[in-house]
C-alpha cells in the first residue's frame, strides 16, 4: 500500500502525531488504511482533510462542528447545502473575530506610538 506514513503526514500537517490519532479516534478521520504490519498509512486525500482541518481548528471551530461537517460530508452529495451553511457561520465569526483582532490592534499601535513619542 502506497501513502504516507504517520510521521511524514504530522509534518505535511502540522499536527502532532497525538492530534492524528485523536482525530481518528473521534472520527474526523475515517478509513485511514494499515500496511499488512498494522501500521497507519495516509493518503493525499487523508492530507487534503488534514489542510481543511487545520484551517477550522486555526480559525477556531469547535471539534463538534469539524466532526458534523466530516459526517455530513462522507454522507454524501445531499448533504452539499447544509454543509455549505455551516461553513458560511464559521466564516462569519471569523470575519467578527478578524474585526475585533483589527480593533485590538489598533488600539495596542495606538500605546507603542504613545510609548515611542515619550521618547
Not at 70 to 91: K, Q
Request: proline share 3%; with cysteine.
Amino acid at each position: 500500500m502506497s501513502g504516507y506514513p504517520p510521521s511524514e503526514a504530522a509534518r505535511r500537517s502540522g499536527f502532532s502525531l497525538d492530534t492524528l490519532r485523536y482525530y481518528e479516534k473521534i472520527g474526523l478521520l475515517s478509513g485511514i488504511g494499515r500496511t499488512s504490519a498494522g501500521r497507519r498509512v495516509f493518503t493525499d486525500e487523508d492530507l487534503s482533510w488534514l489542510v481543511l482541518f487545520r484551517c477550522l481548528r486555526d480559525t477556531g471551530m469547535p471539534i463538534a462542528e469539524m466532526r458534523r461537517y466530516a459526517e455530513l460530508s462522507r454522507a454524501g452529495d445531499h448533504t452539499t447545502g447544509e454543509r455549505r451553511e455551516l461553513l458560511v457561520r464559521h466564516a462569519e465569526r471569523v470575519e467578527e473575530q478578524t474585526r475585533l483582532l483589527q480593533r485590538q490592534y489598533d488600539h495596542l499601535r495606538e500605546k507603542i506610538n504613545f510609548y515611542d513619542r515619550l521618547g
